[in-house]
């Protein structure tokens, strides 16, 4: 019986998309790769050892030169000189109200969930830094504001969208009113 030759990197690439692709069916992967059942076995065990061992933190993750690996200090720099920042781009009122919407029916925290399921526009990230806006926006509803907010519009009783202090009912879709912004 000829030795098998070792696992390159590119096997070992494969055989963890092949174990995603057939739910760890090893007769399946074994087959997908062209190897021999008892070498995907063998190797499936290994794996299986190695993960106890760095979960247990007994041994260290290796890094691959060809991995898209980012160092904690490259990591850190910042893509903008100085002070200069991006912008991100203000919430629609639709956006608002999907928001709203995925808030209603997955509740507050479930972040990931309304942006998949409800704001597919914005990341799970954006919908958690536009929440802890219009958060803090309804706790200091009680002071007086110097302009209104996206943030002010929130489900009413009847679930219609209302902005308190207002008598306009808007529909998804209308324009901001002209005071939201000012110069």
């Not at 760890?24 to 021999?36: D, E, R, S, W, Y």
């Not at 110097?146 to 009847?158: A, C, L, N, Q, V």
Request: hydrophobic share 30%; glycine share 6%; charged share 30%.
């Amino acid at each position: 019986m000829a030795a098998n030759p070792p696992w390159t990197r590119d096997d070992d690439k494969r055989f963890e998309s092949a174990l995603l692709d057939f739910n760890g069916n090893l007769v399946m992967i074994a087959q997908h790769l062209q190897k021999p059942l008892v070498v995907v076995q063998g190797y499936y065990d290994a794996l299986i050892h190695d993960i106890e061992l760095i979960e247990s933190g007994k041994y260290a993750l290796p890094k691959y030169p060809e991995d898209d690996y980012v160092s904690d200090t490259e990591a850190g720099k910042s893509k903008y000189k100085d002070n200069e920042r991006k912008r991100g781009i203000p919430w629609s009122q639709e956006e608002h109200g999907l928001f709203l919407d995925g808030l209603k029916k997955f509740g507050k925290g479930d972040w990931k969930s309304i942006a998949r399921h409800c704001v597919k526009s914005r990341t799970a990230t954006q919908v958690a830094s536009h929440a802890q806006k219009f958060f803090l926006r309804q706790k200091s509803e009680a002071k007086t504001r110097k302009r209104s907010s996206i943030h002010d519009i929130t489900m009413g009783d009847d679930d219609n969208v209302t902005v308190p202090g207002s008598n306009l009912q808007p529909q998804f879709g209308d324009q901001i009113p002209p005071d939201y912004y000012h110069s």
